[in-house]
């Protein structure tokens, strides 16, 4: 099909639609890109043994893949592979209710915690790390019970 004529099918399509749509909704078409895959692989090598898998995903995450995404033409920067740091916190009912502390507080203080710092960047030690917090709350009141 002729790219052209299916682009601006679409663009038709859209501007038909567009009174239906919230006032400040943006819409604009991606660039082209192919539905076969990827176009272009890297790969983050620490030949001399430094940096582990977390850390090189770090610095893909936090300094290659912003770069990538800001070049005209990108429609997408996908990471595949490394390792992600995570902290779990395991909570045991019956100690919460001994000291008087429902689960609902510690969902609150955790999500507290997360608003202060989730998707930024911070320094520990002369080292970035980036944060972001995820909460499954939705079995929130069978586990209370």
């Known amino acids: 099909a002729n790219r052209q004529l299916v682009q601006q099918l679409v663009l038709d399509r859209i501007n038909i639609i567009r009174p239906q749509l919230p006032p400040d909704a943006n819409v604009s ?18 030949r001399q043994g430094g ?3 977390r850390e090189l995903r770090l610095v893909n995450e ?24 995570q902290y ?20 609150g203080a955790v999500q507290a915690v ?6 930024r960047m911070i320094e520990v030690t002369n080292r ?13 009141d069978k586990l209370d019970s």
């Open 29 to 46: 078409l991606g660039p082209y890109a192919s539905s076969m895959g990827w176009i272009y692989q890297y790969a983050l090598l620490d």
């Open 51 to 53: 940096h582990d898998l």
């Open 62 to 85: 936090s300094q290659i893949k912003p770069a990538l995404q800001t070049v005209p033409g990108i429609a997408e920067v996908a990471s595949v592979g490394g390792l992600e740091k």
């Open 88 to 107: 779990q916190l395991r909570v045991f009912p019956p100690l919460l209710a001994k000291a008087g502390i429902s689960l609902r507080q510690v969902i």
């Open 114 to 119: 997360f608003q202060e710092t989730g998707g």
């Open 128 to 140: 970035d790390y980036q944060l972001r917090g995820v909460i499954n709350n939705e079995n929130l």
